[in-house]
């Protein structure tokens, strides 16, 4: 099937896309001038010399953008989420977060970004013995270290409040004693989203975040998390196999295929069957 409509709707798009631009200073005082909260540039990465996974790839996500990230399985979506905070190190490319450029990092203040970024995982990775609210608390630990932030029972009463409000905003605060191994799948991923706002980010990351639930849960706390990032007005880069989903909860589509950016352009823009010849 011809992406004919796809190209025509990246042509249109409004500016959202970062230009080239000769080196990684050059882009982080861009970033900082714009009020971009995320700047690829460039952005290469290969696990196999003959097949690269991202190819040149560049993307500009100013503050408060919500972001869909959308393509067909092996495009390089959960890769690029990935590359940006070098949990894989990307070939080549430069990439500035919050104003920083990410290459250039010493393991410390690397450490002290990945803090300011919030990342939401499909697997909730949760610690199954340790109650709710102790998992909750686990957020906190970008910020103090110690046991004080591995159990409730050990926390200062302000963490512990912090990490109540935290439950509440994901309608949690009554399973704040139970054990995390006694929820279901969808209260799973409510407590993964609350220990992540426990972390207080400034930008959000989000890699498939409710693809392991059923239809009706991944429904609801997609609404949900959804409505949490408005609110607090984070940045949001999410990455998602649902079109609905994507051009309900996305300000913007970004769709990757053939290591590239096959199509960039405002949710509003777009329709359900112009999506899925992202797939074809």
């Known amino acids: 099937m011809s992406l004919a409509p796809a190209a025509r709707l990246v042509e249109s798009a409004i500016d959202v896309t970062a230009p080239a631009r000769p080196g990684a200073v050059a882009a982080s005082i861009a970033s900082v001038a714009t009020g971009t909260d995320l700047d690829i540039a460039g952005?290469?990465?290969s696990f196999d010399r003959d097949r690269p996974i991202l190819s040149n790839v560049s993307l500009r996500v100013p503050q408060g953008q919500s972001v869909a990230l959308v393509g067909s399985n092996g495009t390089g979506k959960s890769t690029l989420l990935r590359c940006c905070l070098r949990l894989i190190?990307?070939?080549?490319?430069?990439?500035?977060?919050?104003?920083?450029q990410v290459h250039?990092?010493?393991?410390?203040?690397?450490?002290?970004?990945?803090?300011e970024v919030g990342f939401v995982f499909q697997r909730h990775n949760l610690v199954a013995q340790l109650s709710v609210l102790s998992n909750v608390l686990h957020g906190a630990q970008?910020?103090?270290?110690?046991?004080?932030?591995?159990?409730?029972?050990?926390?200062?009463?302000?963490?512990?409040?912090e990490a109540m409000h935290c439950l509440e905003l994901v309608g949690l605060a009554d399973f704040a004693a139970r054990r995390a191994d006694c929820?279901?799948?969808?209260?799973s991923q409510?407590?993964?989203?609350?220990?992540?706002?426990?972390?207080?980010?400034?930008?959000?990351?989000?890699d498939e975040p409710?693809?392991?639930?059923?239809?009706?849960?991944?429904?609801?706390?997609m609404e949900l998390f959804a409505d949490l990032i408005r609110?607090?007005?984070?940045?949001?880069?999410?990455?998602?196999?649902?079109i609905d989903h994507a051009l309900r909860f996305g300000d913007r589509v970004v769709a990757l295929r053939k290591g590239g950016i096959a199509l960039d352009a405002a949710a509003r823009a777009l329709d359900a069957p112009t999506l899925r010849q992202i797939y074809d």
């Open 142 to 161: 970008a910020r103090h270290s110690g046991p004080r932030v591995w159990y409730q029972a050990l926390a200062p009463r302000p963490l512990r409040e």
């Open 104 to 115: 250039a990092l010493g393991r410390a203040r690397l450490r002290r970004l990945r803090a």
């Open 210 to 221: 409710v693809a392991s639930l059923d239809p009706n849960a991944g429904e609801e706390v």
């Open 43 to 45: 952005l290469c990465k």
């Open 89 to 100: 190190e990307p070939d080549s490319g430069a990439i500035t977060i919050l104003g920083r």
């Open 231 to 242: 609110r607090q007005n984070l940045t949001l880069v999410f990455t998602s196999h649902h």
């Open 183 to 187: 929820l279901s799948g969808g209260q």
């Open 190 to 206: 409510r407590v993964a989203i609350a220990r992540t706002l426990m972390q207080r980010p400034r930008l959000m990351f989000a």
